[in-house]
Structure formats: structure tokens, C-alpha cells
């Protein structure tokens, strides 16, 4: 590309600029720069000779005039040769359409105290309108379970499929990860006091109790909570919510809570295949370090480890799903009509989810301690 | 008059479905030149292969000078920078406002200081039709129309020689349309444009269209000029263009 020159003649009673090439917006900065570090005190007159310009586009045009009309200003008489029509052309229509224009507004600075209040506020609203999702959830919504023709198995199966079944990999194999991690690190505190069978005991009501529905949870918020939100998130920008509710299809119905449904009886799925992998874990663990050979095991597993564990730790698994899938399918409802939401909101309903199943689970293990289980 | 754009012997297959069969054409530099069609004849896939966004199985297209098949990245970057290009639906960024999407170009390929750019932003939303003030709003806030408009504006923004516009009609009111036309007019004459358009509004393909090409059975049933269109025998012709001798 052929860059602009300007040459400047001085001479006694006008400067001339003159203006050679093709001049695009790639030349503005530079002639601008050049044009400032000029001293036009002692003249009164100004040439914007533009007769040997080839090419000249909008920008220059706008740049001109704001030139133009600097010199005019500063009590200039400017003449602008121009033999082309086209670049006059361009020159007159810049000329013409910039006359009412009004200057781009800054954007003003918001103060710190006025984030805050703002943001505080907008959480607020959030919470409260995730308390009206789950009150329209129940309050409408959960009487059409008293038909049985009403329930969408056919969904249900989908999502269980979706969440529970492909999902089993991976949750097997991270709870039986932890329960080798965490069978190896107290191997090693037992050995020193050749506590070693007290493994069983450990294992069995940790793992049951608390770690394999949490981590299950975990997995399971990261990796189906998050897919939910999507999902409703791009029907909602692709408008097909709106065509679901025109069509007299309620998504409450066919979308939420299939997939609250499923996502519970998932969980219970899961959260015993987990129980199961975790102790595994910890068999090996307790047979290759500690001597405890898996028959010996499991006798003592019988003895001291007591089924009201097994329970608890499977009736936390409705609760967290529920959770997990309404706070879910919630995020998926909020989506707004851009692409950037969906993407705030996955990540929202992840971290949403997460904090709702451990304070979830923190309430059960007060409620289950004084209660005595 | 130079060719701007040559395409020769294209053809595209999607899985085992073969779109374009040894299409060719040719758009000459200053004029506005319509690809037209049955839907689902390739219009847009063939607007999408002269932008690099589509691969194309054989044959060769040369625009402004640069052949597409084996294009060096710095040259295609080059490339990229001579043309605008208008999407069905704007394509503006939604993580920026209307202002912030049309100065993008300019922030990132320019070294124009931050009240020239205003300046040239402010400019191209008047031309486009929209009001200065509508500059701070995101994409989700306006309307589909108004969208268009901002999308046009940004594509104008790095005043290009050559222009692709996808349905540039399509979603705005029959006012809005006419303006747009005009201005795609006005445009051509000011600044030498050569426009490129896929478009399906009658009106607006015989108020602005120089040339037209019309795509149908995987080749081209006709190019050249509107006037003499109703000689071809043509299915699709002859039902498109018929309706508007009623109507007129």
C-alpha cells in the first residue's frame, strides 16, 4: 500500500499543504503529528492541496474537516483544492453528514459505593428469585404427579441415562481414588501405633457417611448441574422456550422437572456405586500396607460399622440432586438474551451448586449428631 | 473493467451431497452483484468460501488479486483487512457495546488516537442511520433492525473496497429497507465499493442490483444483468421473477 507524503510550503503569505498518494487511515496518526509541530502564528492563510491525492477514504475526510474547521477557528482563511470529483465527493459528504453530529458519550465512571450497592442489591433480587422458582415448582407444578399419565418417563429415562449412567466412570473412579488416598495417609498415623485394624472402622464410616455423597455430589454438580444450565440456556436464546410456551407446552413440565427427577434417583445410583468403589479403595490399600487381608475386613466391617451409616449417607443423595438440578435448570432460566450469559450462568450454577450441597450437608451432620445417629 | 472476484470451476460436497458443481463467476470491481437462488442452493455456503470461512473441494476463487486455495496467513490477515463483511443477523459482539464493536477494528489495526476513533465511530452509527446516542448500549438491548444497522457499521468501518452482505434486508422494516438500499447505493458511489449480496427481497434486488448470478441444480442458471433475465427458461426464475411483473 502506497502511503500518503505531505509537503509543507511555507512561503511568505500562505502555508500550503500538499498532499501526495493515497491517503487511508493507516497515514492519519502520522500526519496528524506532523500537522501539530507546525507553526501557523504568522499566516493567515492556509492550502489543503489535495489535487494529487489518488485515493482518499472517510476517516481522512473526517479528519480533514476536523482540520478545517480548527484552522477556521483559529481565524484562518482555508481554501482545499481538489480536482478529483470523487474525493470532493467524499469530502462534501463528510462535510454534510458530521454538521448535526453529536460527540460519543463517555461512559461515567461508577463510584465504589455504588458497585457495592448495586451488586448487594442484585444478589438480593437473585436469591429471592430463585425462592420464587422453587415456590412456582412446587406450588404449581408438583400436583401433576397425582396423574400418573402426567409423568414423563420417557424423559426421565433420557436423563438418567444422561446424568446417572455415563456418568458412573467417572464417579467410580475418583471415589476410588480418595478412598486409597485417604486409606494410605491414615495407614501410615495407624502403623505407628499398630492400630491397624481400626482402618475398618475409620473407612467404613467415613466413606459411607460423608465422602462418597459429597464427592459424588461434586462430580455430578460439575458435570451434570452445569450441562442443565446450558442446555435451557441456549433454548432460551434460541427462542425455544418461547415456542415450547406458545404451543402450550409448560417447560416446567418437560423440562425442569423430568431432569430434577432423574437427577435424584441418579444420585442414589451413584452415590452407592461410590460407596462401594471408595471401600474398595480402601481394601487394597489396607491389604498391601496394612497386612489386613480383605476377609479380615470385611468381618470387621460387619462388627463395627453399622447399616444406620449406609442410610444416612443415601438419604443425603435426593437432597444434594435436588439442589444441584433446580439451582441447575434455575441458572439455565435466567440466561439472558446473549451468548456471554450462558457462559456466566454455567459457571454460576457450578459454584451455586457446590455451596448449596456442603451447607446442605453440614445441616444434616448437626441434625443427625443431636439427634443422636 | 478489472475483475474483482473470479471464481472457476468450484466444487462442494457436504458428506455425499455435492452443492456446487463446476460453478463459476465472475464480479467486476464497482459493481453491486446478487447471488440469488432457491433456498438451500449454496448462496450463503458460496459467500462463506470467498470470505475463508468454507473450504471448497475443487476449483479456485481469486479475490481482489489473491487466490484463496493456497493463501499464505499473512496475506489472507491482509486480505481480511480490504473487505467487509455483513452476517444475517449482525454478529455484533455481545460482551461490547455498539461503539466498542464498530471501533474494534480500528483499536486493534489503526494507531488513531482515542477522539479520532470516536470521531470516525460517531460518523459511520450517523451514516447507518442510528442515533449517536444509542452508542452505549450492548447488542442485547436494541433491536434486530438496529443491530443490522450497527453490524453494518462495523463492517464499513475500515472503509473497504469490497463488501459481502448476507440478506442485508432480511429482518428490517420495508422503510428501513428502502433507506438501506439507498445507502448501499449512496456508498457504492462514494467510496468505489464493489458489494457483493445474497438477498431474497425483489425490491431491493431490482432498486440495487448491477449484476446478478442465480444459483440453481449445484451451477449457475444465469449471470448478467437483470433486464434480459426473462429469456432464460428457468423453473425458479421463472416463479421468482414473475411475481413481481404482477406486482409492479
Redesign the interface.
Known sequence: MSSCQLTIVDSVDKVIFDFLGEFTLYDVSRIEKKIVNINLLKTDNVVINLDNITYLDTTVALYLNKLHQKFLDDSKKVFIQCATKKIQATLDLVQKETKNLEKLKQENKKKIITTIGKDSFKNCLGFLSFVEFIGKLFATKLFYFFSIKNIRFKEIAYEINESAIKALGIVSLTSFLIGLVIAYQSAFQLKLYGANIFIVDMLGISILRELAPLITAIVIAGRSGSAFTAQIGAMKITQELDAMRTMGFDPYIFLVLPRIIAMMISMSILIFVADMMGLLGGVVVANIDLGISSDVFLERFKEVVSIKHFFLGMIKGPFFAFLIASIGVYRGFMVKDDTQSIGKNTTKSVVESIFAVIVCDAIFSILFTNLGI | MQNIIEVTNIKTIFGDKVVHNNLSLKIKEGEIYGLLGPSGCGKTTLLREMVMLQKFDSGSINVLGHSLENIRHKEAQKLRREWGVLFQAGALF??LTL?ENIALP?VEY????KS?I???????I??VGLK??D??L???QISGGMKKKAALARSLV??PKLLFLDEPTSGLDPISAREFDALIL?LR????LSIVMVSHDLQSIYDTLDRVAIIDNKQIAYEGTLSNIHSINNTFIKTFFKQTELRR
Request: charged share 20%; aromatic share 6%; no cysteine.
Open positions: 455481545s460482551s461503539a480500528l489503526t494507531d488513531l488516537s479520532m470516536d470521531e470516525v465511530v460517531a460518523f459511520k450517523h451514516i449517536v446516542s452508542a452505549q450492548y447488542p442485547s475500515m472503509d449512496k458511489s462514494l467510496l468505489g
